[in-house]
């Protein structure tokens, strides 16, 4: 793995610290649907110092969010008027899925050699604790600080966004330049992101025998045309160059009473990744204009559709100033300066339209683990990004050290 190339004195938690703090937060249950991340925000702000400034964040059902926020301070003493940059990291997880599966239980949190196993060790407990533990080294040299920082402790980013959405509503971030999403990027840095379009198709067709097909109208046939109209689509759209095209996957179908019998009934659910330019709203349009065109081809059938999720594909461009001077920086301590895409969505996709700033993802661990049984994270992934974490504010916030 890389190590640091930068000389001079950079600060680097110990292995031993990272491997203590994640195995509290692996060992604290937020999986959803229930989350209950309340239990982590209290965890996150026993921690601080007495005299933090901090907002929590009721959800309600035990569920919350946390901003922290360092405050900055102007040469001439007093507060200043903006912020500087937000660090972002979600508290919930999905859930563990077949536990008898794994190699050791998901909620152990086992170290092997180096490697933690455990449900949110890459998605993105991970980035949870190398953000607290720079947050932790930041607050002691909290008064070389030129401009606040914040440190965002969000609920249910892998459902509906609960805690992004408040923390966006309330402007809490309102002065920030800049965010930093702290979820897995695989040692490099990701400038873009793919957004998501969930799709549910509910077609009402007619039942027949199926030796006379003609007599019925299959809702299953229906739904998969609608499915493959979709696909042809999207696959066919603009391409990004980093992302490449948008996806399509069938996820969900519903249908059939007997083999012998043409389906009367057929839900199938679409998720649908879109790339930067192709917005929530075109998918739906397009989907709108199959659905007349298959309606009109199969009289007396009846088609609805649904939107279930629908989170923008959103980026920062490469010449944007503020992302040349992160990748700069992770090239100079052992990371990839080459900037990369990620294909899942992440807070940023329900902040960033609501606060148009650069941002970027970076974050300990590969990002192919999320979601996956036995998923793991490499402790010294977790100490290299706390390092670049607080290595990046003192570069650029602090006015020196």
Request: some cysteine; hydrophobic content about 40%.
């Amino acid at each position: 793995m890389p190590q640091n190339k930068m000389t001079g004195n950079i600060w680097e938690p110990s292995e031993e610290q990272c491997d203590v703090l994640l195995k509290r937060l692996i060992r604290t249950d937020t999986c959803q649907p229930a989350g209950n991340e309340e239990g982590l925000v209290d965890f996150i702000i026993g921690r601080l110092p007495k005299d933090a400034e901090y907002t929590k964040l009721d959800h309600g059902q035990g569920r919350a969010s946390l901003v922290v926020e360092l405050r900055g301070e102007t040469k001439s003493g007093g507060w200043p008027e903006d912020g500087g940059a937000a660090l972002i990291g979600h508290l919930d997880t999905v859930a563990c899925g077949r536990e008898e599966e794994w190699k050791y239980p998901p909620l152990e949190a086992y170290t092997e050699d180096g490697v933690m196993y455990g449900r949110g060790t890459a998605d993105m407990k991970g980035g949870v604790a190398a953000m607290i533990l720079a947050m932790e080294k930041l607050w002691e040299e909290r008064h070389l600080l030129e401009k606040s920082v914040y440190f965002c402790f969000t609920a249910d980013e892998e459902y509906k966004g609960l805690g992004i959405q408040m923390i966006a509503e309330t402007g809490l971030l309102s002065g920030v330049e800049e965010v930093i999403i702290c979820e897995p990027s695989d040692e490099q840095i990701s400038i873009c992101e793919k957004g998501a379009v969930w799709l549910s198709a509910l077609v009402k067709g007619a039942a027949a025998h199926a030796s006379r097909p003609e007599l019925g109208i299959n809702a299953a046939e229906i739904a998969y045309a609608f499915a493959g109209r979709m696909k042809r689509y999207l696959e066919s759209a603009r391409e990004h160059p980093i992302l490449g095209r948008a996806s399509v996957s069938v996820t969900k179908i519903k249908s059939g009473i007997m083999t012998n019998m043409i389906p009367p009934e057929a839900e199938i659910v679409l998720d649908i990744r879109t790339v930067p330019g192709i917005s929530c709203d075109e998918v739906k349009e397009h989907a709108e204009k199959i659905r007349q065109a298959l309606q009109a081809e199969h009289p007396g059938a009846g088609i609805s559709i649904e939107t279930l999720n629908c989170r923008p594909a959103v980026g920062t461009k490469e010449s944007d100033e503020k992302v040349k001077r992160i990748l700069s920086l992770a090239q100079e301590m052992g990371l990839s300066g080459i900037p990369r895409g990620t294909h899942f969505y992440t807070d940023a996709s329900q902040l960033i339209p609501i606060l148009p700033v650069p941002f970027v993802i970076a974050g300990p661990g590969d990002d192919r683990q999320a979601h996956c049984t036995d998923e793991h994270v490499e402790i010294g992934s977790v100490a290299r990004f706390a390092a670049f974490y607080r290595q990046y504010i003192a570069d650029h916030y602090m006015s020196c050290l």
